[in-house]
């Protein structure tokens, strides 16, 4: 296993930031939830949202705590970095209503089976442009993989290697000339979010749009991940390879106001 976190090392050049959240100094009071939207996992379509997309509705929470009750790396430079067990979240800030479409899978060229990699920042500006949509800010792309409930994975609060096309260790390559271990689109039956989103954790690294680049230490932010043990969770990030880099592990999937 160390073996394989040192291959995340050197094929991760980023930096990397946390999942486990930020402590404020109080708990601000926050309203009663509204009644389940239809746009939920049991509802994946939405005439409000184009077919390839899924309708991203609810209350999001921008400041979450999500305490790590057991991680799953060895003492060392990585003994924080998998979390194996969260437990429940606690939103310590005011919640934002948000309202938009954002698409189901990674994207795809057409007639390709797997999702688009090689992508930049830039690159992924101009492909969501040329159909009508976007790229997806970083709130957008968090609620649409943690939901309401603000779950630290797409899936739930544990670990699970199996659900989406991650913690692969094997046959990895090395930088500049990786191993392509995309799956298709929705392959992954498991890695589905609240909402009915597809692949939010693992298969490729996305580019998103800082909501706040002073926060962030940047505009061009990667979340998810790829397919190598790393964090996954829907509140990680990284930043550091600029608006031109695209390798073998970088995707995009866009969104769309309403």
């Known amino acids: 296993m160390q073996r394989s976190l040192t291959l995340v090392a050197l094929l991760s050049t980023g930096a990397l930031s946390g999942a486990c959240g930020t402590v404020s100094a109080e708990i601000v009071?926050?309203?009663p939830l509204p009644p389940a939207v239809e746009s939920r996992v049991d509802n994946l379509a939405s005439p409000a949202c184009p077919p390839e997309m899924v309708l991203v509705e609810g209350r999001y929470c921008p400041d979450v705590e999500q305490p790590c009750k057991r991680w799953m790396d060895p003492k060392g430079r990585y003994e924080h970095f998998r979390c194996a067990e969260y437990g429940e979240s606690v939103c310590r800030s005011a919640r934002k209503a948000m309202r938009f479409c954002i698409d189901r899978t990674?994207?795809?060229a057409p007639g390709d089976a797997l999702p688009r990699n090689f992508v930049s920042?830039?690159?992924g500006q101009e492909i969501c442009r040329a159909v009508g949509k976007r790229l997806c800010k970083e709130s957008e792309w968090q609620?649409?993989?943690?939901?309401?409930?603000?779950l630290p994975y797409p899936y739930g609060h544990r670990r699970d290697a199996t659900a989406c096309n991650t913690d692969v260790t094997e046959n990895l390559g090395r930088i500049g000339r990786l191993v392509d271990h995309r799956t298709a689109p929705g392959e992954k039956a498991a890695c589905r979010s609240p909402f009915g989103v597809m692949d939010l954790a693992?298969?490729?690294?996305?580019?998103?749009?800082a909501d706040d680049p002073a926060r962030t230490g940047a505009r061009e932010v990667m979340k998810g991940s790829w397919w190598i043990p790393s964090r996954h969770a829907c509140r990680s990030f990284q930043i550091g390879h600029g608006a031109?880099?695209?390798g073998g592990e970088t995707g995009v999937r866009c969104c769309k106001g309403l």
């Open 29 to 31: 009071p926050e309203p």
């Open 143 to 150: 609620f649409a993989c943690e939901g309401e409930d603000m």
């Open 202 to 209: 693992g298969n490729l690294e996305e580019w998103v749009e």
């Open 106 to 108: 990674e994207h795809a």
């Open 244 to 246: 031109r880099y695209g």
């Open 121 to 123: 920042f830039a690159d």
